[in-house]
């Protein structure tokens, strides 16, 4: 895709082009089995999900779980991600949505929590690689925020412009990250989080990719 042209959008994955939410909220509830927590319906999932993600188990337990619950809760939850992401799809047309970003001469990019081993493979088998300049999916511990990564990815992106740079995401972590890189966001109810708490953030919120990506045309105009 070569490089810089004019607008640049920085896809999240998970809940965003990715429809994992079902097999979120079933990894979840197989985490809370572990340590005997009620299960939770998408609906109070949203209302209370938070990063960083012990903070998250916080609001559900009262107290921050240990290091031990962490890593059982942890690994249960990845271990049923896993079995059960083959069952999801890209979001409700994503492939036209890349495609026409593309055909208008700008660029776009993923950055995930996901773990990056996993990421490109997944992201590939869908077919929709080509279209990214830059796939990055998390390296090192699960859990944390995206501020950091954020600002390490558009830095790996030539001639990028922050400033003219869109996230989409469907978590406040998205838009807060783009705050910390200088660039500017746009949040879609579609995935992790109730639109209530995705208001609180003061950013444009959208309940479709579709006018997504028209406020992100506006924004980075």
């Not at 500017?184 to 992790?192: E, F, H, I, P, Q």
Request: with cysteine; glycine share 10%; aromatic share 8%.
């Amino acid at each position: 895709m070569g490089t810089h042209r004019d607008a640049h959008i920085v896809w999240d994955w998970n809940g965003t082009l990715f429809h994992d939410v079902d097999a979120v909220i079933g990894a979840t509830n197989a985490a809370f089995v572990e340590l005997g927590l009620q299960s939770l319906t998408l609906e109070r999932y949203r209302e209370l999900y938070c990063v960083p993600v012990p903070k998250f188990y916080e609001r559900l337990m009262g107290r921050l779980p240990t290091e031990a619950e962490w890593e059982l809760m942890d690994a249960t939850f990845h271990r049923y991600y896993t079995e059960h992401r083959v069952r999801c799809a890209l979001a409700e047309g994503v492939a036209e949505l890349l495609t026409g970003w593309s055909s208008a001469g700008r660029s776009q990019s993923i950055l995930s929590m996901y773990g990056h081993e996993d990421l490109v493979p997944l992201v590939r088998g869908f077919g929709i690689e080509s279209h990214f300049l830059r796939v990055d999916g998390r390296t090192g511990p699960s859990g944390g925020g995206k501020s950091e990564h954020m600002v390490r990815h558009l830095g790996a992106l030539t001639g990028v412009d922050p400033a003219r740079t869109v996230v989409i995401g469907d978590a406040a972590d998205d838009a807060l990250a783009a705050r910390h890189a200088g660039a500017r966001a746009v949040l879609y109810t579609g995935g992790s989080h109730s639109r209530a708490s995705l208001e609180a953030v003061g950013v444009p919120v959208v309940d479709t990719l579709a006018e997504a990506v028209e406020e992100a045309e506006r924004l980075a105009a």
